[in-house]
């Protein structure tokens, strides 16, 4: 099955600076690749995603970028703020088949 | 408004007494599954489900069981929950490769 591997494990930043999250995957059949922010109490909700015929997508502060001959994709804030402060998940799909989630990443932004 | 219903929100049970926890989707998606959070272990997926009656094991579905009779309900019963179960659970639904919407999550604790 899909193995994802997600790094840094905890990220702190300064409020105003960016932020980076990377992930790798093992299978070459997937093709979407989403990214969910898990606040504090509360369930995973979708940010931003990407699918494999795309390089690279934009959403206001944040984008994610898709490497497919390297198998990875990160995930880039920019301009944090204080609200930017949760735990962040990567994951990958094969087509029909179940998401997998990397580890997480706890983003804390300082004031 | 398109949700993910999990009840109860907080659960705690004694060794070896039988429970279920309840999912509930309204956005007709075929996929449902459950997960599990632990620390630095990001969210492991038990059992998903692709359609009505038809369910898989995931990565960690050990102790537990699920049943899908209808499109809507996705419940996951542990038969005899142990220490090792304590975990915050989540259910999601989605289409086929499309964005998952996760319920608030369901807080067990087995002593």
């Known amino acids: 099955g899909e193995n994802v591997e997600q790094h840094p494990s905890t990220l702190s930043v300064q409020e105003g600076d960016s932020a980076v999250i990377k992930c790798t995957y093992s299978?070459?059949?997937?093709?979407?690749f989403p990214w969910y922010k898990q606040e504090l109490g509360k369930g995973p909700q979708l940010i931003i995603d990407?699918?494999?015929?795309?390089g690279e997508k934009k959403d206001q502060r944040i984008a994610v970028t898709l490497n497919k001959t390297a198998k990875h994709f990160s995930l880039h804030i920019t301009e944090t703020q204080p609200e930017d402060s949760a735990v962040y998940f990567c994951?990958?799909?094969?087509?029909?088949?179940?998401?997998?989630f990397g580890a997480g990443t706890t983003v804390t932004v300082r004031a | 408004e398109a949700q993910v219903t999990q009840n109860p929100r907080y659960l705690i049970t004694v060794t070896g007494k039988k429970l279920t926890v309840t999912c509930s989707q309204n956005?007709?998606?075929?996929?449902m599954s459950w997960y599990r959070q632990d620390p630095g272990l990001g969210l492991r997926q038990i059992y998903y489900?692709?359609?009505?009656?038809?369910?898989d094991k995931g990565d960690v579905p050990e102790g537990y069981k699920v049943s899908r009779k209808e499109k809507r309900n996705f419940p996951l019963i542990l038969e005899s929950p142990s220490p090792n179960q304590t975990s915050l659970y989540f259910c999601?639904?989605?289409?086929?490769?499309?964005?998952?919407?996760f319920g608030q999550g369901t807080r067990l604790t087995v002593v």
């Open positions: 489900s692709m359609n009505v009656e038809v369910t």
């Open positions: 994951a990958a799909s094969i087509p029909d088949y179940k998401l997998s």
């Open positions: 990407i699918r494999s015929n795309v």
């Open positions: 999601a639904s989605n289409r086929s490769g499309q964005e998952a919407f």
């Open positions: 299978d070459s059949a997937s093709n979407y």
């Open positions: 956005m007709n998606h075929e996929y």
